[in-house]
């Protein structure tokens, strides 16, 4: 039996207008344009403030999947913000319930939970329990915008809780644009190293590269870290993009590529152009990736072809919480 492949950096993203519990307020401006943007280049016709959006979202979502040459997709929810006190904070673009992640993981076994519960929820270990017993295989977080401070005394309860459980932390780290940031200074990598420190398996989203050219670039302290715990992984995810592509060159030449994982980051565009112009991918091979329209499939194609092996999209599959 071959061995399952996976993208594991997929968003669930949803309104509530039909009940699923989500919420989504877009901001204005550079935010309001590239929401819109990602609807139509992943080909949903329907509008966000639509009431059957949810539906329509996860409908597309499976029927990509299934086409992707993939077998699995980890699925993100993604919680509200708080302080480090326990309140509720009034900020953030959208909110995914760990409910609906389930919900709809339960309904298309292609997906995968990756549940998010913010630590500084006065209910945090209660629901990350709740969570585990439901079958949780990862926990999603992004520090710099959701106010998590990984570092911070009071969590360190509910990393212990995590290690205990084997479930792995999938992390933000480096800039983001995609939505609002509150703490910049929680981009960086290091702050992982407390959640490390207690044996929390965890994964780098977008391997601590910079998404735009004001941003640091802290892939040196992530392979630093690396060196320094072997439960530090890191992903792909959206690295076919202008400015965080050019992290695939050092990701290539680290020589650690067997800690690298597969991820796309759906629904964020996935391009072509920007591998071929930096020398990783041939001009035919950019054709053929601009030639498949499914956006999963198109980012595994690039990762293929600039030379990532099969490890890369099955590794996944031993990092996982095991249900």
Same mark, same amino acid.
């Given at each position: ?36 943007? $990602? @609807? /139509?280049?992943?080909?949903? !016709?329907?509008? &966000?403030?639509? %009431? ?5 979202? #996860? ?122 940031? $509150? @703490? /910049?200074?929680?981009?960086? !990598?290091?702050? &992982?190293?407390? %959640? ?5 398996? #965890? ?121």
């Amino acid at each position: 039996m071959a061995t399952p492949r996976y993208d594991c950096h997929v968003h669930l993203v949803g309104n509530g207008l039909a009940g699923s519990g989500c919420w989504l307020k877009v901001p204005g401006g550079w935010h309001r344009f590239l929401a819109e943007f $990602m @609807r /139509r280049g992943v080909g949903l !016709p329907t509008r &966000l403030d639509a %009431p059957e959006f949810d539906a329509a979202y #996860v409908a597309n979502l499976v029927g990509l999947v299934r086409g992707s040459g993939l077998d699995h997709a980890l699925l993100l929810a993604q919680d509200e913000v708080y302080a480090e006190d326990g309140r509720k904070l009034d900020f953030g673009s959208f909110h995914v319930p760990n409910d609906y992640l389930f919900e709809v993981c339960r309904a298309h076994p292609e997906f995968v939970p990756a549940v998010s519960v913010h630590p500084g929820r006065p209910d945090a270990l209660a629901e990350l329990g709740r969570c585990l017993d439901q079958g949780a295989r990862a926990l999603k977080l992004l520090p710099n915008c959701q106010n998590v401070d990984c570092a911070s005394p009071r969590y360190e309860a509910f990393w212990r809780r995590m290690a205990e459980a084997k479930l792995p932390f999938l992390c933000h780290t480096g800039g983001e644009m995609t939505v609002p940031v $509150m @703490r /910049r200074e929680f981009q960086d !990598p290091r702050i &992982l190293r407390r %959640p490390l420190e207690l044996g929390v398996k #965890v994964i780098a989203a977008h391997a601590s590269g910079n998404s735009h050219f004001f941003d640091p670039n802290y892939f040196g302290e992530l392979i630093k870290l690396m060196d320094e715990f072997p439960n530090l992984y890191a992903d792909t995810s959206a690295l076919n993009s202008p400015i965080r592509s050019g992290v695939l060159r050092q990701a290539l030449a680290s020589g650690r590529r067997e800690r690298f994982l597969h991820g796309s980051d759906y629904p964020v565009p996935v391009g072509a152009r920007w591998a071929w112009l930096r020398g990783l991918i041939s001009l035919a091979q950019a054709a053929e990736a601009g030639r498949i329209d499914n956006l999963i499939a198109r980012d595994a194609y690039l990762k293929q072809a600039m030379g990532f092996d099969e490890g890369h999209f099955t590794r996944l599959g031993e990092v996982l919480r095991p249900v």
